[in-house]
């Protein structure tokens, strides 16, 4: 079993995994070459062209998983709401009404983006060893895109929504959860070896709104998988205040952002693999600082299943010699040594 795999079944492994969220996309050279011939949508609906940009990252840096190149908006066209990107996803005509959500429907497994099933095929066949993970978008995210009708700071649209509707709410929700059932199920038949869904804008709730309205839908789906034979990743940006909820999904592993450290985020995770969490913006500085700030996120690791990655996806400016730089830093750090270094000089260890 691959070392990712491992990790996210909970192994304390003797190094950390890592992969990169968006690696595969926008701060590389050989994908903006891409751009310059295709659209986003068209990559992302064309086998060969999907299947090339996944694999470009893994090809640069050598990572331990490759991720699908896709956008969590992918399976909304198949349930009616009909997506341009410009470049931003923008849906025509949002959800604003119960009469809106009424007209939507749930489509059958094979018919919600049959162009990724065969981009997994072609991966699979190129990839080896290398382990696949595939994604959708959570409920809650998605309803947010469908009602807003783009991406927002706020939502306020959904937001409005969510309190004036609270019933064409939840149908929506029972919609989306089925179509994201269904859609997954889909790349775990196609051959995916792990699964991470993504609920970009819980953060934007309270906790008893999320409970209501975020967390159902979401354990929901992640339920339905339990059978499927692969680990099932969550991740929800600016989330801390709904540690406590998240807790109860059911999953093998959770992705976690900057805002705490590892160590308080296993504390508030017990018995789950974690997966994260250098910011983002620390690929932007000098080496000297990403080398301090990645190394502190490794030592926060220790003590339990750790997938390196950033808290939330790479910017576009970043310098690929960053990231290959960082990919080397992180499977050369022994995580065994470091443990027994951490035991042998406790306070040592917290502050290096």
């Known amino acids: 079993m691959s070392l990712l795999l491992r990790a996210l079944r909970g192994d304390d492994t003797p ?81 604003r009404s119960p009469t809106d959500v009424d007209r939507l429907r749930v489509p059958d497994r094979d018919e919600v983006a049959p162009f990724v099933a065969d981009a997994i095929g072609l991966l699979r066949a190129s990839l080896g ?42 149908a929506l929700l029972d919609a989306l959860a089925e179509t994201t059932v269904r859609y997954l199920r889909s790349q775990i038949d196609a051959g ?44 929800a940006v600016a989330a801390t205040h709904l540690a406590e909820a998240i807790a109860e999904l059911p999953l093998e592993a959770v992705s976690v952002d900057w805002r705490l450290p590892l160590s308080r985020w296993r504390a508030l995770l017990p018995g789950r693999a974690l997966q994260g969490n250098l910011d983002p913006a620390a690929l932007l500085g000098p080496w000297t ?34 990231v290959a730089r960082l990919v080397e830093l992180v499977q050369g750090f022994d995580r065994v040594r470091a443990s027994e270094a951490t035991s042998e000089h406790p306070a040592a260890g917290a502050a290096g």
């Open 15 to 95: 190094r950390a995994p890592i992969w990169i969220m968006r690696q595969a996309g926008r701060h590389l050279p050989e994908y903006r070459a891409l751009k310059q011939k295709y659209d986003f949508w068209t990559l992302a609906r064309t086998p060969e062209l999907t299947a090339e940009v996944t694999l470009q990252p893994v090809r640069r840096y050598g990572l331990d998983a490759a991720i699908l190149f896709s956008d969590i908006m992918t399976p909304l066209p198949a349930m009616g709401l009909e997506l341009e990107f410009r470049p931003g996803p923008v849906l025509e005509r949002p959800v």
């Open 129 to 170: 060893e290398v382990p696949l993970i595939g994604f959708a978008g959570a409920p809650l995210t998605l309803a947010a895109y469908a009602v807003q009708g783009g991406g927002s700071k706020e939502f306020e649209r959904f937001r409005a929504f969510v309190r004036q509707e609270p019933q064409a709410t939840e």
């Open 192 to 235: 995916v070896q792990a699964v991470q869904l993504f609920d970009s804008w819980a953060g934007i709730l309270d906790v008893p709104t999320y409970r209501r309205f975020g967390l159902r839908y979401a354990a929901r789906v992640l339920d339905a998988l339990a059978d499927a034979g692969v680990p099932r990743i969550y991740i």
């Open 289 to 322: 600082s990403l080398e301090t700030e990645a190394t502190r996120v490794l030592r926060e690791g220790l003590g339990g299943a750790h997938v390196f990655n950033l808290g939330h996806g790479i910017f576009r400016d970043t310098e690929p010699d960053q």
